[in-house]
């Protein structure tokens, strides 16, 4: 009886002993290390002036402002990659999975080299390449490449015309309105079609309604929009630049392109094993009792099929997240470059700042992990 | 006769006259295609823009509609069609692939080969208007080994060959050591490999020259980061995996947090802690190398993620296992050491393959703190004085050098992935 | 009675030796960075990653520049020997955690003196090798020739974590300008995004920016600016808390700049020793007990100023003959209308 309880216990408390005198050792070393050269330990840099300013960013931010709102700038730039990232891969992953399972053989091939291409090549070195060698190579503005007169393409950055909006708000609350309407438009379908077997066109009705809502609010309510174009303006004898329009710059650019070509890989990989896991007897049975096609695809493969490629994906968007912190390696201004780099080389406090940064990470993943286990649990197939 | 031809559709009847139409509307579009963007001679010039733009489309699809004949007895014709032509929406695409193709290829072609320059030993020697393989040539050794004296650099060298031979030996010893597997490349190999790496290429002893950390470099640092931190992860992933999966709480909750943090950090800040902070952790005085500081945040990173990995292995074994071991009355490390981890970790090989190319996929991050691997070089190369303008050229080198690289280990690791599971 | 004289005796010798070695000792007991420097038999120094005129390696490895030879000082001074030094290259992110964890002792690295580094990251500024300022370059053909004429809208390239980044920051808001920041980390990737054009403007250290120029494809192309917008006060530093070595660092760049002031140069210094004046004579040790204080030998300022030259010697040879800077601009003597004017070595 005892030997078992000790057998039970003891490397319990070896375990939490070690641990804790690991984190002991760290921090009694840092406090004396700290007292040594004269730093403290504290937040409070948080509410000081940064008083250095930030090359791009979505909310207002100046030099002025404190290193907490440049935390909060870095922060905003990092989402703002990885949603576009996540954007543009989910569509290129799709694409490219359901190409890899295509009967046409060039399509077939060419998609398999595009995932096994892009996918044994390190992401930092895609990333090098399209900031150094190919953004970099774009003309000057003077010679920039021009997308019919509304859009420039040059070294530094992309300009594209700007959405002017008066009355933006009730725009907004439209768009919202519409889309609960559709939602509730879909549950009156269903609930009609399972009581009385009577189909009603959803589809059409929703896509009528997401129309004409928001085009109502520019008749009657008032909203307009117009363009601002990017012109070429001229600063000095040689030197050029776009005035207006809103300008990406090439360090956003190759940031999201490499983090869309590298990820999609891993996306249409996903996509392919959820379609093909999808057993062909499912297929063949719906067929038999007289789906179409589309039908097939829609209410028996891809809900069967979503279970499967869901979970992997969400965790490599998870993973475009943190490798969009490579942003530091070119002059994307992220969490990591504005925070963890500029904000700690001026203010010298290492242990607060990469402390923060990697709890940020943290909870960012562990939120979505915990999403993704709470949807796992609910569409998983109960098995007896 | 002519309407004959054009309103009746292709069948096994008129094989011959629609199939040769067919080929040569085809042969005129890729023709088109082709000499369009190599030679810039535009055979349709005579028609607007528009249409000249699109005519090979339509031409292509044309034929590619006449040449679609079900079972016609020709096997050539049967693949063909079966493969690329199956329907209009197909061909369409296959054409819209081809033209791609054609387009592009050639002048990739050109700039890769045709061409590049691969002779001389300065920039000037680069005439041509492809790549300066001259870049590549003069900088490949500092590309290979870094800063590491040429003279030396057999050690670097001899080290790998002994690790290759000692994981190789693996594979053929018989099968009475077979059940000592586990235990040696849990404690034998980072054994090895630690002597290897401070005996051998580091230095200092039995008259080998001292060659510091900060030296090492190149493709060399990157095959040492990656087998050392391998090597090392590899038995803390599998100490972590049986922790997640016992039934002591401290031991369990430990594992899981400890799992949880380093998979949900990026790399990069993981990196940066070990630069900037773990310094601050160690006694007043104590100085780690920058090196050790780097493999070892890599190693702890890794071990997280070969963790889960073989705590899948764990997980798929069936009770009955577990059951067998200990009515045969094996202690908790027997049964594992010689009845779970052997038959879990065959089933996860696959998955320890793939780990181990994300970790040479990620070593380039060290660059962050101060250690020039293969990229880092390509940098320093491409930033001298002497050779401004050679980015292109040097990434388009180490992405080639990559890809070589995790192409075969991943291919090996499906091949791998076949014959096991066909074992069972 | 003879037994007793002898244990007295070996108690006495016993006594005076210990005495004696522990004030030699003391000075190395106090400091934990002389005592490491003088058993690894090198100088642990701090560079940049390849600066002409400052700290430089060329293609055998052999670093030479202004920052470089204070750190020889160093090692002429405590080991005897200017060449046994190890230079690690940093970069501005690392700089001073390499200095903080240990990992060099002394950073010499072009790097400004300021109050918030001075005080709040743990380390101290042991004196000023360079004066410089702040400037911007362009290009010649921009047509622009005055920081005057910049206009809104201007991209600007520069260094990561720097004081440029602030100054940089200052300046523009004090002219109402808007400007687009581009910051890397390492120097040699702002200069190339400021060679293709992604940045009209490069800024930094005027010294820097004379000293990268020298690296551009076309150097005559590229002009800096005039207009100084800063005071950068460029010296080595040290970490907070060893005042033995803080001082040996300090004391052996005021060598430096004192040999030239009273005309010693490494090639007259041994005659030096019979001169007439007493300040000349202590600096090359032919009198007093400088070098104890600091816990250092006699010879201590004739190694420097012998092996590594005066700091005349040091600038003509690493920042005027190479064509980076041909003149001494405000980096002269006081008693030629310069700022260097040192305490005296007495």
């Known amino acids: ?384 | 006769m002519i309407n004959n031809l054009i309103f009746k559709k292709p069948n096994v009847n008129n094989l011959k006259q629609y199939v040769s139409i067919g080929l040569l509307f085809l042969t005129f579009s890729f023709l088109d295609v082709f000499l369009n963007s190599l030679f810039k001679i535009n055979l349709t010039s005579a028609l607007p823009g528009f249409i000249s733009f699109f005519l090979p489309l339509i031409i292509g699809f044309i034929g590619f509609y006449l040449i679609r004949i079900e079972h016609t007895g020709n096997v050539f014709l049967d693949t063909a069609n079966k493969k690329i032509n199956l329907t209009p929406f197909n061909s369409v695409l296959t054409l819209l692939s081809i033209f791609v193709l054609v387009k592009y290829i050639p002048l990739l072609l050109n700039w890769l080969i045709f061409e590049a320059n691969i002779s001389g030993t300065t920039k000037e020697d680069c005439t041509g208007n492809g790549a300066c393989w001259v870049f590549i040539k003069v900088w490949i050794k500092r590309f290979m080994y870094g800063m590491y004296p040429n003279a030396e650099q057999w050690r670097i060298n001899t080290a790998f060959l002994i690790l290759f031979v000692t994981v190789g030996s693996a594979f053929f010893i018989p099968e009475k050591y077979k059940k000592y597997l586990i235990s040696f490349s849990i404690l034998g190999l980072p054994l090895i490999a630690f002597i290897l790496i401070y005996f051998l290429i580091s230095g200092g002893f039995f008259g080998l020259e001292w060659v510091e950390t900060g030296a090492w470099g190149g493709l060399s640092l990157t095959f040492i980061v990656s087998f050392f931190a391998l090597i090392f992860c590899f038995p803390i992933g599998v100490f972590l995996a049986l922790g997640r999966r016992s039934d002591l709480p401290a031991i369990k909750y430990s594992s899981i947090g400890f799992i949880e943090f380093w998979r949900g950090v990026p790399l990069i800040t993981v990196l940066f802690m070990s630069a900037v902070m773990f310094p601050m952790f160690l006694p007043d005085g104590v100085y780690m190398d920058k090196l050790i500081r780097a493999i070892i945040a890599i190693t702890l990173f890794e071990a997280a993620y070969m963790a889960e990995v073989v705590r899948g292995g764990l997980q798929a074994l069936p009770r009955g296992q577990y059951d067998a071991a200990k009515s045969l009355g094996l202690g908790y490390w027997r049964m594992n050491f010689l009845v779970i981890l052997p038959q879990a970790l065959k089933l996860v090989i696959p998955g320890i393959a793939n780990t181990f190319l994300a970790l040479v996929k990620d070593t380039p991050l060290i660059y962050v703190v101060g250690l020039l691997e293969l990229v880092g070089m390509i940098g320093l190369g491409k930033t001298n004085p002497k050779w401004l303008g050679m980015a292109t050229e040097g990434y388009v080198f180490a992405g080639v050098v990559f890809w070589v690289i995790c192409f075969s280990m991943s291919r090996y690791s499906q091949k791998l992935e076949k014959e096991l599971s066909t074992e069972r | 009675m003879i037994k007793s004289l002898k244990s007295f005796t070996y108690l006495l010798v016993s006594v005076a030796l210990l005495i004696g070695l522990q004030s030699e000792a003391f000075a190395a007991k106090k400091s934990k960075t002389l005592k490491n420097t003088i058993k690894k038999d090198f100088v642990r120094c701090g560079v940049s990653q390849g600066l002409p005129g400052f700290s430089n390696a060329d293609a055998a490895g052999n670093w030479s520049g202004v920052d470089v030879d204070v750190c020889r000082a160093v090692a002429a001074a405590v080991l005897g020997d200017s060449g046994k030094v190890k230079f690690t290259p940093l970069s501005a992110k690392e700089r001073f955690t390499a200095l903080t964890s240990g990992e060099i002792d002394i950073l010499s690295r072009n790097t400004t003196w300021t109050l918030s580094r001075d005080a709040d990251i743990g380390l101290t500024f042991v004196g000023v090798n360079f004066y410089d300022g702040q400037g911007f370059m362009v290009r010649k053909d921009s047509g622009i020739t005055s920081v005057n004429q910049f206009k809104n809208g201007i991209s600007a390239c520069t260094n990561i974590g720097t004081t440029t980044e602030l100054n940089m920051r200052d300046f523009f808001n004090s002219k109402k300008i808007t400007y687009e920041p581009v910051a890397f980390e390492k120097a040699d990737e702002v200069v190339a995004a400021y060679d293709s054009g992604r940045c009209d403007t490069y800024t930094t250290d005027k010294s820097g920016l004379a000293a990268q120029r020298t690296k551009m494809k076309n150097p005559d192309e590229h002009i800096v600016l005039p207009e100084t917008i800063s005071k950068e006060p460029l010296g080595p530093v040290v970490r907070q808390g060893d005042s033995v070595w803080e001082d040996i660092v300090r004391w052996s760049l005021n060598v430096m700049i004192e040999a030239e002031e009273y005309g010693i140069t490494s090639a007259n210094a041994d005659s030096m020793k019979t001169s007439e004046n007493p300040q000349i004579k202590r600096l090359v040790g032919a009198e007093g007990e400088l070098g104890a204080a600091l816990g250092l030998g006699n010879d201590w300022s004739i190694n420097i100023i012998k092996q590594v030259g005066n700091y005349g010697e040091s600038y003509k040879r690493n920042i005027s003959d190479t064509g980076i800077l041909p003149n001494r601009g405000p980096n002269q003597l006081w008693t030629k209308g310069g700022l260097l004017y040192v305490p005296p070595a007495r």
């Open chain 1, 1 to 384: 009886m005892n030997s078992k309880k000790i057998k039970n216990y003891l490397p319990q408390i070896l375990t939490l002993l070690t641990i804790i005198l690991i984190f002991g050792f760290f921090t009694f070393n840092a406090q004396i290390n700290m007292d040594n050269r004269g730093i403290d330990f504290g937040f409070g840099f948080l509410k000081q002036e940064a008083s250095f300013d930030i090359q791009f960013s979505l909310i207002e931010y100046s030099g002025t402002d404190t290193y907490f709102r440049a935390y909060l700038v870095g922060l905003i730039n990092t989402l703002l990659v990885s949603v576009i990232g996540i954007f543009f891969c989910t569509i290129i992953g799709v694409i490219v999975g359901i190409a890899r399972l295509s009967p046409n053989y060039l399509v077939e091939k060419l998609a398999t080299i595009w995932v096994e291409f892009f996918r044994n090549i390190p992401l930092l070195l895609q990333l090098f390449f399209w900031y150094y060698a190919a953004l970099r190579a774009l003309p000057l503005p003077k010679d920039a490449v021009n997308f019919f007169d509304i859009s420039y393409l040059s070294v530094k950055g992309w300009y594209i015309p700007k959405f002017v909006w008066t009355n933006f708000s009730i725009f907004f609350y439209s768009v919202i309105v519409a889309a609960i309407s559709i939602f509730f438009i879909y549950r009156f379908a269903k609930k009609q079609r399972e009581e009385t077997g009577k189909y009603v066109p959803a589809f059409l009705l929703s896509f009528l309604t997401i129309i004409i809502v928001p085009a109502l609010t520019f008749l009657i309510a008032g909203v307009s929009l117009s363009f601002e174009y990017p012109v070429l303006s001229q600063m000095t004898k040689t030197i050029f630049n776009f005035k207006g329009g809103v300008g990406i710059p090439p360090e956003l650019m190759a940031l999201a392109l490499a983090l869309s070509l590298y990820t999609s890989t891993f996306i249409a990989e996903n996509v392919r094993a959820g379609i093909m896991g999808v057993g062909k007897g499912q297929k063949e049975a719906a067929a038999s009792i007289g789906l179409t096609t589309g039908q097939i695809l829609k209410l028996v493969v891809m809900p069967q099929a979503l279970r499967i490629i869901i979970p992997p994906t969400t965790n490599q968007y998870l993973n475009l997240t943190k490798n969009s912190s490579l942003a530091a390696a070119i002059a994307y201004p992220d969490l990591v470059l504005v925070f963890a780099g500029t904000a700690m080389m001026q203010t010298g406090r290492a242990i607060e700042i990469i402390s923060i940064t990697m709890l940020t990470y943290l909870t960012i993943s562990l939120s979505i992990s915990a999403l993704m286990n709470w949807y796992n649990k609910k569409v998983a197939i109960k098995e007896k």
